[in-house]
């Protein structure tokens, strides 16, 4: 059974800072690629970081210089980590991965947040950043 495990998520101050998990099981090697996308209430999801099959990272200009996604293969989990967190980066976080033939570039990954984007999503983790 394949699924996806998101942590890390809950409370921080802005400017603070926050580390997200994702815990991958039941998925082959073919698996990658994998992105972190947020959501909030009434818009759509977006993209906010992804590693591509050869380790090559995206991220759009709102998270650049402030976000970073990592990936562990011997744990199975990606990681993203958040600094210099605004409130404007509320919002649940999902990790989604996709496989074969669906192998592209991690910007193009990022571009493509729809439900059917991804092969498999996580559930999602709620950050909220407020004092």
């Known amino acids: 059974q394949v699924q996806l495990v998101e942590s890390g998520g809950g409370l921080v101050q802005p400017g603070g800072s926050m580390t997200l998990s994702c815990v991958a099981t039941?998925?082959?090697?073919?698996?990658?690629?994998v992105g972190w996308f947020r959501q909030v209430p009434g818009k759509e999801r977006l993209g906010v970081s992804c590693?591509?099959?050869?380790?090559?990272?995206y991220y759009p200009d709102s998270v650049k210089g402030r976000f970073t996604i990592s990936r562990d293969n011997s744990k199975n989990t990606v990681y993203l980590q958040m600094n210099s967190l605004p409130s404007e980066d509320t919002g649940v976080y999902y990790c989604?991965?996709?496989?074969?033939?669906?192998?592209?570039?991690?910007?193009?990954?990022?571009?493509?947040?729809?439900?059917?984007?991804?092969?498999?999503w996580g559930e999602g983790v709620l950050v909220t950043v407020s004092s």
């Open positions: 989604g991965t996709r496989g074969p033939p669906r192998i592209t570039t991690a910007e193009d990954m990022c571009a493509d947040a729809s439900p059917d984007g991804m092969d498999f």
């Open positions: 590693i591509n099959i050869d380790h090559h990272t």
């Open positions: 039941g998925l082959s090697r073919d698996y990658a690629q």
